[in-house]
């Protein structure tokens, strides 16, 4: 059974850092790019940043550049996003999803999906909460 399952959630002061990971079962992971999406309460699910397949190749969101950033560990099969100087406004559900398509992947993150939902990508993760608060 395929799945992706997110870790490392929780809550965290303003200007703090945390580190997600989403780790792959089920399915060739190395074959696929990797997204990072975040909803808010009452907003729509948007994109965070992504990584190619190989790992070779990142994008970012404009308001997470520099703050954010996106590896992954093939042999482990596990994603990891670092997320430094967190803001009250980073506060969200994330969510790892995973295609074989890297373009589609990257034009959610810049935000070229009408809607992002559990049909845009192969596989999701549950989600996990971040909070930033202090």
């Known amino acids: 059974q395929a799945q992706l399952v997110e870790s490392g959630g929780g809550l965290v002061q303003p200007g703090g850092s945390l580190r997600l990971s989403c780790a792959a079962s089920?399915?060739?992971?190395?074959?696929?790019?990797i997204g990072w999406f975040r909803q808010a309460p009452g907003k729509e699910r948007e994109g965070v940043g992504c990584?190619?397949?190989?790992?070779?190749?990142?994008y970012y969101k404009d308001s997470v550049k520099g703050r954010f950033t996106i590896s992954r560990d093939n042999a482990k099969n596990t994603v990891y996003l670092q997320m430094n100087s967190l803001k009250p406004e980073d506060t969200a559900v994330y969510y790892c999803?995973?295609?074989?398509?890297?373009?589609?992947?990257?034009?959610?993150?810049?935000?070229?999906?009408?809607?992002?939902?559990?049909?845009?990508?192969?596989?999701w993760g549950q989600g996990i909460q971040v909070t930033v608060s202090s």
């Open positions: 089920g399915f060739t992971s190395e074959d696929y790019a």
């Open positions: 999803a995973a295609d074989r398509n890297w373009n589609a992947i990257q034009l959610a993150i810049e935000g070229w999906y009408a809607r992002i939902t559990s049909e845009s990508f192969e596989y």
């Open positions: 990584i190619s397949s190989s790992g070779g190749t990142t």
